[in-house]
């Protein structure tokens, strides 16, 4: 059973930078993949970013790529959103999600799910 626990949220100030962690539980992560998941209240779970485990390839949402960056540590088992240039909208519950093989912009392509962080961006 795969296990994930999301930390770093809070509040923020427009232009700050900020870093969300995932820890991982469980057995090898060995072929796995890792995303951020960003929901407002009301809205759809929107991808940020994901991981390939082993090869630490990255893949992003369009419109975040440049301002968020994931990346992994494999010897903390930690999977790591840096979010830099926050802005108002960045304002979500950020979660954590793991999937054995490929998963994509989907959220049901993702088999386990963390219960989020909660990140305000406000002045």
């Known amino acids: 059973q795969v296990q994930l626990l999301e930390s770093g949220g809070g509040t923020a100030q427009p232009g700050d930078s900020r870093r969300l962690s995932c820890f991982l539980g469980?057995?090898?992560?060995?072929?796995?993949?890792m995303a951020w998941f960003r929901q407002i209240p009301g809205q759809e779970r929107e991808f940020v970013g994901g991981?390939?485990?082993?090869?630490?390839?990255?893949f992003y949402q369009d419109s975040l790529r440049g301002r968020f960056t994931v990346s992994r540590n494999k010897a903390l088992r930690q999977v790591n959103l840096q979010m830099d240039d926050l802005k108002p909208g960045d304002s979500a519950r950020y979660y954590c999600?793991?999937?054995?093989?490929?998963?994509?912009?989907?959220?049901?392509?993702?088999?386990?799910w963390g219960q989020g962080t909660q990140v305000t961006v406000s002045s």
């Open positions: 469980g057995p090898s992560f060995d072929g796995y993949s």
């Open positions: 999600a793991a999937t054995n093989g490929g998963g994509d912009f989907r959220p049901g392509t993702w088999r386990f």
């Open positions: 991981i390939q485990w082993s090869t630490g390839i990255t």
